[in-house]
């Protein structure tokens, strides 16, 4: 167990759809960033926050977006769904911003 | 833009057969380079961090070096609870700081 919890584990909906991900991170981790993995592409980084703060980018869609509050927790919100947008979407933590990251167990997302 | 290739793809090893995974890489200005294990269904799982050239990190029967252009993750004596997909990712030091993963090495270990 790395200390990262994810929710949903599993979500199913339809195309055209709105959706949010939720990511806690490890007690103590100022970082958390969001990955994408489906079978043909391999592990895809999307955003990083620290502290609050927008990081670092990836190839992130313009249908996605994400913030991360206070508390530290961050959401991912996927929004006008699309099939290829099915995949397993994995948060991260890490102390810093250069530190190794410690994965959540990830959403399964399908899209119908 | 940073890139990241690791060979082979995968790797069928009888228990006991040691070998070498490859992580090669181009990035503008190298953070890091990080090791994880990742099992079917589940997250990757961290493993090494290296920051600069020659340097090693050992861990059971796992051993990561690293030069300027490649990294290799060393399996030494392998056994089947070893069988995972290795994943390597540079984190650069310019511009966004960005995290970029290899597609990884899906090894097999074979009693």
């Known amino acids: 167990d790395s200390g990262v919890t994810q929710t949903p584990k599993h979500l199913i909906t339809a195309t055209g759809q709105r959706v949010t991900l939720r990511c806690s991170p490890r007690s103590g981790d100022l970082s958390v960033y969001w990955y994408q993995q489906s079978l043909d592409q391999g592990l895809q980084f999307l955003i990083q926050y620290y502290n609050g703060e927008e990081r670092a980018k990836g190839n992130i869609l313009e249908r996605f977006s994400a913030q991360q509050f206070p508390d530290l927790h961050s959401e991912l919100n996927l929004s006008s769904l699309e099939l290829g947008d099915s995949a397993l979407y994995f948060c991260?933590?890490?102390?810093?911003?250069?530190?190794?990251?410690?994965f959540g167990p990830g959403t399964r997302l399908t899209v119908l | 833009e940073d890139q990241v290739t690791q060979s082979p793809e995968a790797l069928r090893l009888q228990e006991g057969e040691s070998s070498s995974l490859n992580c090669s890489y181009t990035?503008?200005?190298?953070?890091?380079l990080f090791w994880y294990r990742q099992d079917p269904g589940k997250g990757p799982e961290f493993l090494f961090t290296l920051y600069s050239a020659g340097e090693e990190k050992e861990k059971e029967r796992l051993k990561a070096t690293l030069t300027k252009k490649e990294s290799f993750l060393h399996i030494t004596a392998p056994k089947p609870e070893d069988s995972a997909t290795y994943l390597c990712?540079?984190?650069?030091?310019?511009?966004?700081?960005?995290?970029?993963f290899g597609t990884g090495t899906k090894l097999q270990v074979i009693p």
């Open positions: 990035v503008s200005g190298l953070r890091g």
């Open positions: 990712a540079v984190q650069s030091a310019g511009g966004y700081q960005k995290v970029t």
């Open positions: 991260a933590s890490s102390v810093g911003q250069i530190n190794e990251q410690f």
